[in-house]
C-alpha cells in the first residue's frame, strides 16, 4: 500500500508540475437564447442548457479540434428558458433547477440548487501535451456511485479507475475494469457528472487526493455536463431527457430466451425448442452463437452468412420456430477475418478501420484470427456492416446480439474515420474514440433495421456501449461472470450501478458463463434470482448446459415454476417498462431509493426493488436455511407464504431450495396473467388483481400498462392502454372501495380488449363481507369454493389463505367495486 501511495503521489506532481495552467483572463461574453460563450485570452469557454436541470460546459482550444458529443442525444429538445445575470465579480447562468456561478476573475464555475452548493470546480479545466481533464471539489463524506460496469461496492470514492472499457473474462467479486467504462459519476448530494469524452482515460474518485475528483483523458472532447434534481428519480429523468431515453423493448424480450456457446446445427436448435415444448417450459427466442456462420470457434468470423453445412435450410428453421411463438437471434462480432468470405468485400466497400497512415485497412492477430475491424464511425462502415442485418432480417431474423464490442483488441495505430452532418470527416485514433465503439455499433444496428422494419421494436443484446447507449435500445449483460457463487454476488450491484445512468436492462448470463463446473443449487439460486432481473436468459459455455430442459427433474420442475412465474408477472413487469421509457426509472432499484436522506442505505449492494412493490434478495451462498433481510419503513408480506412482517427492521426470511427472499410493500396491486408457453400468446382479456390490502394505508394505486407488443410508435402515437386500479379503506375500516379505471387518452392500439374478466384477489382479509357491490349492483357472496370457482362473477373468502375473492366482468369503463365489511 505505500508503494501504490507513494507511485500515486508521484503520478500527481507529475502531472500538475507539467499541466498548463487553467487560470484564464475573462474579455467578454455572449448570452443568446439557452447558451452562454465566454472568451478569455485561451479558449472559448461555453454554458448551454441542456434541460432545466443540466448544464453542458464545454472548453474550446483555439488550435484544436472539436469531437462531437456522443453522450447527447442528437434529437435532445430544451424547453428551459435560462437567464443571465451579469455583475462585476461573476455570471450568474440558471435554469429552472440549477444555476451555474462562473468567477470572472478565474473563471471557475460553481454549481447550486438553489442555494445549496452542488459541486465546485478546483482546478477546473487542465491539459498537458498527452493528458486532458477537469478537477472538481468533494466534500466530506460524499458518497459516489456510477462509472458503468465496475465490481466495487455501491460507493465508489477512493478509487482510480480505467475509463477504457474491457472485458474481465471469468470475474468474480472484484473488477475495476469491464465492458462499460462510463465516465459518469452519481452523488448522495442528488447529482450527475459526466465527462463527455470517449478516450481513453481515467476518473479518480478521491484516491490520489482525498477531496478531488478528477476526470483525465489522453484526448476528445474537452466537455462536461451536470445534472441536479431533488430526488434520485427526478435526477435521472434530467439524465435520460439529455443522453435519450430507452424504446420500450419488444414484449417477447421479458420472456425466456434460449443461448449457450453455442448451438451446433440447425437440428440441434429444433431439438432444442421442442424439449422445451414437451416440457412445457416457456421460451421465446434462441440465441445462436458464432457456428451458425462457421463449424469452428477460429478462423470462420466475419462470414456472418449462413454455414449451409449445419445450417442447410436456415430460412425453414426460422419459419418452424415462428410458428412455435419462438424467435431467432444471431451473435455477430465487428471483426472481420482476412480469411472470412467477406474479407474482400468488406475491403473494397471501405468498410474497415485503417492503419496509421490511413492508406489500408489496419490487420491485426487475436485469438480468433488475423482480422481487420469494422469502422462503425464511418458511413462506408456503417453502410456495409448495415445491409448485413437488414439481409438477415428480410430472412425474419428477430434480434441482434452483439458480442466483443469494446472492441476486445483495439490497436492504438488503428485510424478510424467519423462522418459528420454535411459530408465532412474527422479522423480520430483507436484510443480517442475507444469507449463509443460499441455505443455507436448500437446505433448502426437500431438505423439499419428502422430501414427495412421502421415500425418494429429493436432487440439487441451489446456487451459494450457508452453514456446514452439506452437511447438505441440497447439491452447490456454483464460479460463472461465466473461460473461460481463469487459470479453470482455481485450483478445486483452491476445492475443497479448500469441502471443509476440509464442504462436499465443490464443483465446476467444467468447460471454463470466462464467455466466447465457445475454446482446444482448455484445454477437454481441463479435463475430463481433472474425471474426479477430485466432479461431472463441463461448462457454458458456448453460443458455443462444453461438450458433447464437439459437439468434433471427436480431441476426442471423448481425452474419450470420460476419461468411460470416471469410469464404471470409480465402485465407487471411490461409496465415497469414503460415507466422507464417515460422517466428512466429503473426496473431494478436500489434500497437508498426509500429512504432518500439515509445515505448508510448506499451501500446496501445485494437487496433491492424489483419497481415498486417488490423486495428480492438473491441467495448468493450455499446450504442456506435463512436469509437476513432489511426492510424499509411500512409493512411488508411474504410473497410465498403471505406472513406479514412490519418495517425498518431486519429479519430472518426462512428459504429452501424453492424460495428465494422475495417480499410484496403493503397497498401493492399486483396484475398478472396465466401461464402461457410463449408471448405470441400474451393478452390481458383476463387479468388478475393481487391486492395487498393492509388496514393503515388509506389508499394505494397502480398502473397496468398495455399495446400491442411490437410497434416503435406506441408512445409517441399514443397506440396503447394506460389502465388505473385504486384502493380507498374508507369509514374507519366499514368500506374498501376498489376503483378499475381506463385512462387512456387515445383510440388506443389495434387488438385492445374490449372488455377483460377480472379476478380480484384481496390479501391479508380476515373476515367475511356484508354484501359487495359493482357499481351499485349486487355481486352474489358465496361461502362454497366450487360454487364460486365455477361461476364467472362472484365472491368468496377464503379463510385458509386469509383473502376475499372477486370475480367479475370489466366493459372498460371507470367500475367501483364497494366491499362493505361486518
Known amino acids: ?212 475528483l478528477q476526470f483525465e483523458a489522453v484526448a476528445g472532447r474537452t466537455s462536461y455536463i451536470v445534472f441536479a434534481g431533488d430526488t434520485y428519480p427526478e435526477l435521472l429523468n434530467q439524465y435520460v431527457d439529455v443522453t435519450g431515453k430507452q424504446p420500450l423493448p419488444p414484449r417477447w424480450a421479458f420472456g425466456n430466451h434460449a443461448s449457450r456457446f453455442g448451438y451446433k446445427s440447425q437440428q440441434q436448435v429444433l431439438d432444442t425448442i421442442a424439449l422445451y415444448r414437451q416440457l412445457n417450459i416457456p421460451v421465446d427466442s434462441i440465441i445462436l452463437d458464432l457456428y451458425w456462420f462457421g463449424k469452428d470457434i477460429q478462423g470462420h468470423m466475419g462470414n456472418l452468412d449462413w454455414d449451409k453445412t449445419t445450417f442447410p435450410d436456415p430460412i425453414q428453421m426460422i419459419d418452424t420456430l415462428q410458428k412455435q411463438g419462438v424467435k431467432t437471434v444471431l451473435i455477430s462480432e465487428p471483426f472481420i477475418l482476412t ?124 456487451r459494450a456501449g457508452f453514456s446514452g447507449s439506452q437511447r438505441y435500445g440497447m439491452l447490456p449483460w454483464t460479460g463472461d461472470v465466473s461460473r461460481s457463487w463469487g459470479g453470482l454476488k455481485p450483478q445486483v450491484e452491476l445492475s443497479l450501478q448500469m441502471s443509476l445512468l440509464g442504462l436499465s436492462y443490464t443483465h446476467s448470463d444467468l447460471g454463470g458463463f466462464a467455466g466447465d463446473n457445475y454446482d446444482k443449487e448455484l445454477y437454481i439460486r441463479w435463475l430463481q434470482y433472474g425471474v426479477f432481473q430485466p432479461i431472463y436468459r441463461p448462457h454458458a459455455q456448453d460443458a455443462v448446459p444453461p438450458e433447464p430442459v437439459f437439468h434433471d427433474k427436480e431441476t426442471q420442475d423448481i425452474i419450470r415454476e420460476y419461468i411460470n412465474l416471469r410469464y404471470q408477472l409480465l402485465p407487471y413487469n411490461y409496465t415497469l417498462a414503460y415507466e422507464n421509457s417515460k422517466t428512466g426509472m429503473p426496473l431494478m432499484r436500489p434500497m437508498f431509493f426509500e ?143 376498489f376503483s378499475l379505471e381506463n385512462t387512456t387518452p387515445n383510440q388506443g392500439y389495434t387488438g385492445m380488449p374490449e372488455s377483460r374478466s377480472i379476478a380480484l384477489n384481496v390479501k391479508n382479509w380476515r373476515k367475511s363481507v356484508n354484501q359487495v357491490l359493482l357499481n351499485g349492483r349486487l355481486l352474489k357472496v358465496t361461502t362454497s369454493k366450487a360454487n364460486f370457482e365455477q361461476s364467472n362473477h362472484g365472491v368468496w373468502f377464503d379463510k385458509q389463505s386469509k383473502q376475499l375473492r372477486v370475480k367479475f366482468d370489466w366493459l372498460g369503463q371507470q367500475n367501483d367495486i364497494q366491499l362493505e365489511i361486518d
Open 595 to 737: 429512504n432518500e436522506n439515509n445515505s448508510a442505505l448506499i451501500p446496501i449492494n445485494d437487496q433491492y426493488l424489483w419497481g415498486d412493490s417488490f423486495l428480492v434478495k438473491p441467495i448468493t451462498d450455499p446450504n442456506l436455511t435463512s436469509v437476513k433481510v432489511r426492510l424499509p419503513k411500512g409493512n411488508w408480506f411474504n410473497y410465498w407464504s403471505g406472513e406479514k412482517y412490519q418495517g425498518e427492521q431486519e429479519i430472518d426470511f426462512s428459504v429452501d431450495l424453492t424460495t428465494i427472499p422475495v417480499l410484496v410493500r403493503a397497498g401493492a396491486i399486483i396484475p398478472s396473467i396465466d401461464t402461457i408457453q410463449t408471448i405470441d400468446d400474451y393478452g390481458t382479456t383476463s387479468l388478475t388483481l393481487d391486492y395487498y390490502f393492509d388496514p393503515t394505508l388509506p389508499s394505494s394505486n397502480a398502473l397496468l400498462y398495455d399495446d400491442d407488443g411490437i410497434s416503435r410508435d406506441s408512445l409517441v402515437s399514443n397506440k396503447h392502454q394506460l389502465l388505473r386500479f385504486t384502493a380507498s379503506n374508507k369509514s374507519d375500516d366499514k368500506l374498501l372501495i
Open 1 to 212: 500500500m505505500r508503494i501504490l501511495f507513494v507511485n500515486r503521489l508521484l503520478y500527481l506532481v507529475l502531472l500538475l508540475t507539467s499541466c498548463v495552467s487553467h487560470a484564464a483572463s475573462y474579455q467578454a461574453h455572449k448570452f443568446n437564447e439557452n447558451t452562454l460563450a465566454i472568451q478569455s485570452d485561451k479558449y472559448q469557454l461555453t454554458l448551454k442548457a441542456l434541460a432545466s436541470g443540466a448544464i453542458e460546459v464545454n472548453y474550446l482550444n483555439l488550435n484544436s479540434t472539436e469531437f462531437p458529443s456522443f453522450s447527447v442525444a442528437p434529437d435532445v429538445i430544451n424547453s428551459s428558458n435560462p437567464s443571465l445575470t451579469n455583475s462585476d465579480f461573476a455570471l450568474h447562468f440558471k435554469t429552472d433547477v440549477l444555476t451555474a456561478v462562473v468567477n470572472k476573475q478565474d473563471l471557475q464555475i460553481r454549481f447550486y440548487k438553489g442555494k445549496q452548493l452542488l459541486l465546485a470546480e478546483e482546478a477546473g479545466y487542465f491539459h498537458t501535451d498527452t493528458v486532458r481533464g477537469f478537477r472538481f471539489k468533494l466534500a466530506k463524506g460524499e458518497q459516489l456511485m456510477g462509472t458503468g460496469e465496475r465490481v466495487l461496492g455501491m460507493d465508489r470514492r477512493g478509487h482510480r479507475l480505467p475509463l477504457y472499457n474491457r472485458a474481465h473474462y471469468g470475474y468474480e467479486t472484484e473488477s475495476t475494469q469491464m465492458n462499460f467504462s462510463i465516465p459518469a459519476i452519481m452523488s448522495d448530494k442528488k447529482y450527475i457528472l459526466l465527462f463527455d469524452n470517449t478516450a481513453k482515460g481515467w476518473i479518480d474518485l478521491g484516491a490520489s487526493e482525498p477531496d478531488i
Open 339 to 462: 480469411t472470412s468470405k467477406r474479407w474482400q468485400q468488406a475491403v473494397g466497400a471501405n468498410a474497415l478501420a485503417k492503419n496509421i497512415a490511413g492508406n489500408k485497412a489496419k490487420t491485426f492477430d487475436f485469438f480468433f484470427g488475423n482480422t481487420g475491424l469494422v469502422d462503425v464511425f464511418h458511413e462506408d462502415g456503417q453502410k456495409w456492416f448495415g445491409n448485413i442485418y437488414q439481409n438477415l432480417a428480410k430472412q425474419g431474423v428477430a434480434g441482434v446480439w452483439g458480442d466483443l464490442g469494446e472492441p476486445e483488441v483495439h490497436p492504438s495505430d488503428m485510424l478510424h474515420t467519423i462522418s459528420l452532418p454535411g459530408s465532412s470527416e474527422l479522423p480520430a485514433t483507436s484510443d480517442e474514440i475507444h469507449n463509443a465503439y460499441g455505443h455507436q455499433w448500437g446505433r448502426l444496428v437500431d438505423d439499419s433495421l428502422r430501414e427495412v422494419q421502421p415500425n418494429t421494436r429493436p432487440f439487441m443484446i451489446m
